[in-house]
């Protein structure tokens, strides 16, 4: 429906990462998605992993705008959208099996990005799985002149945004139990980071 939020990455980059998320969310059951956006990759991932109950979430000011296409599209296993602020502890949330983030990391402040760790330690189940999509650093370098480009772009819109180091996130991802799984290069010169909860 045209007069729906619409997002044309979210629109471009549903069907990669669903490949990814068949088999990372295989024995899942439950699922946060922080961030859901325009609900986009909410309806479509949902809509396609129908073992999954999938949990949308958004800041209060942008529920609305997620709602409008949850109330038209959403299937029978997306719950009713969460308000979820990631610097607000503890998260409203029962304890999830996977918690997946599409484009998000780069949008948020660093003291954003960690509080979001911090957030999820108590929201992922032992054994649970961190997705986090988007582009990153590798050891300060970029992956590409575009996502140089995109950086640029990020700090004129916003200066405590942009594209983050991974072995911060990664970093982040150690302290609280998580353990690397698998890295996927991804379109547009995106990455799919996929953690497992060990403790």
């Known amino acids: 429906m045209t007069d ?15 490949d990814v998320l068949r088999v990372a969310l295989g024995d899942c059951r439950s699922v946060l998605e922080v961030g859901s956006g325009t609900g986009q990759h909410a309806v479509w991932f949902a809509g ?7 949990q949308s979430s958004e800041q209060q000011q942008n529920l609305q705008e997620l709602n409008l296409r949850l109330g038209v599209e959403a299937p029978v296993n997306v719950r009713d959208a969460l308000v979820l602020d990631v610097a607000d502890a503890p998260w409203p949330v029962e304890k999830m099996d996977a918690v997946f983030a599409a484009n998000c990391v780069h949008i948020m402040s660093w003291s954003h990005v960690e509080k979001m760790f911090a957030g999820l ?8 799985i961190l997705i986090l999509y ?53 379109p547009a010169n995106n990455q799919c980071l996929i953690w497992q909860k060990n403790r």
């Open 134 to 186: 988007g582009p990153y650093k590798y050891k300060g370098n970029f992956t590409s002149d575009s996502n140089a480009r995109f950086e640029q772009w990020l700090k004129g819109r916003d200066s405590k945004s942009g594209i983050r180091d991974f072995e911060k996130v990664d970093a982040l991802a150690n302290e609280i139990g998580l353990t690397l799984q698998k890295d996927h290069p991804m």
């Open 48 to 54: 396609h992993l129908p073992h999954l109950s999938w």
């Open 121 to 128: 330690a108590g929201v992922l189940n032992e054994g649970g």
């Open 4 to 18: 729906l939020p619409f997002s044309q990455a979210a629109e471009n980059n549903k069907d990669p990462i669903l």
